[in-house]
Each structure stands twice: as structure tokens, then as C-alpha cells.
């Protein structure tokens, strides 16, 4: 299902390497500065709305973005 998500996203030297799905923008925010300090200068990490495919864990109920389709302001 393709819809609008907060993602925490990841990048090394300016390629997207890794996103994380977050229920809100203080979650992510939090989750920035925390993976801030514990990553080297090369790593940047970011903070934003984006429209994504996600799946939902049947399992755990977790939802997980499997692919970025469209960033914030592109």
C-alpha cells in the first residue's frame, strides 16, 4: 500500500542507504539525534514526510516502509 509517512533516513555520502518508518516527527526527531551521536561526520541523517510502500507485520503489527517512492519538496 502506497501512502504519505514520517521516515528516518539515512545517508552516506549523499546516497540513501537506509529509511526507518516513525509514527510522528518528535519520534523521529528523537530517534536523529540519538543515531547523531552514535555515527561518524559521514553519516547524515534526516527527518521527513514522504510517500512510501509500506507493509504492515501481521505478526507484530509494526509498519515498515519497503520502498521510497517520493521525498518531501521532489
Same mark, same amino acid.
Given at each position: 500500500?502506497?501512502?504519505?509517512?514520517?521516515?528516518?533516513?539515512?545517508?552516506?555520502?549523499?546516497?540513501?542507504? %537506509?529509511?526507518?518508518?516513525?509514527?510522528?516527527?518528535?519520534?523521529?526527531?528523537?530517534?536523529? $539525534? /540519538?543515531?547523531e551521536r552514535?555515527?561518524? =561526520?559521514?553519516?547524515?541523517?534526516?527527518?521527513? %514526510?514522504?510517500?512510501?510502500?509500506?507493509?504492515?507485520?501481521?505478526?507484530?503489527?509494526?509498519? $515498515? /516502509?519497503?520502498?521510497?517512492?517520493?521525498? =518531501?519538496?521532489?
Amino acid at each position: 500500500m502506497t501512502k504519505l509517512v514520517i521516515a528516518l533516513c539515512m545517508f552516506l555520502n549523499g546516497e540513501l542507504m %537506509e529509511h526507518a518508518y516513525r509514527e510522528n516527527i518528535s519520534d523521529c526527531l528523537k530517534s536523529k $539525534r /540519538i543515531a547523531e551521536r552514535n555515527t561518524s =561526520d559521514n553519516v547524515r541523517w534526516m527527518c521527513g %514526510e514522504v510517500e512510501a510502500i509500506v507493509e504492515e507485520d501481521w505478526n507484530t503489527g509494526n509498519t $515498515r /516502509i519497503l520502498e521510497i517512492i517520493k521525498k =518531501d519538496g521532489s
